[in-house]
């Protein structure tokens, strides 16, 4: 079992920048493959950024590529989501998420193939 516990978020302007952080409990996380997903108010929850196991590939949407990072400390079992050059269409609630036997990019994008979601934080950006 992985608990995923988030931080961070909260309201920007425009052009600002904020971090997420994800912490999870347990020996295992470095064996998962984590993620960070979205879903603004109407829409489906939409992939933004994941990366492997080893932190040795990571992966993006188009409409965040050159303004996230996505990275993970896995001595301090954390994820983290550096947001910058921040838009107003990035308002919504971040949610992580860890999986195991995870391949590939268009696995790494799918929601379904993670198993353990954190909670959730709020992101809004106003314009």
């Known amino acids: 079992q992985v608990q995923l516990v988030q931080s961070g978020g909260g309201l920007v302007q425009a052009g600002g920048s904020l971090r997420l952080s994800c912490a999870a409990s347990?020996?295992?996380?470095?064996?998962?493959?984590m993620g960070w997903f979205r879903q603004a108010p109407g829409k489906e929850r939409e992939f933004v950024a994941a990366?492997?196991?080893?932190?040795?590939?990571?992966y993006y949407a188009d409409s965040v590529k050159g303004r996230f990072t996505i990275s993970r400390d896995n001595a301090e079992n954390t994820l983290y989501l550096q947001m910058n050059s921040l838009k107003s269409e990035d308002t919504a609630v971040y949610y992580c998420?860890?999986?195991?036997?995870?391949?590939?990019?268009?696995?790494?994008?799918?929601?379904?193939?993670?198993?353990?979601w954190g909670q959730g934080t709020q992101v809004t950006v106003s314009s």
């Open positions: 990366i492997t196991w080893s932190g040795s590939s990571t």
């Open positions: 998420a860890g999986g195991r036997n995870i391949y590939g990019s268009a696995s790494h994008r799918r929601p379904g193939e993670y198993d353990y």
């Open positions: 347990g020996r295992t996380f470095r064996n998962y493959a």
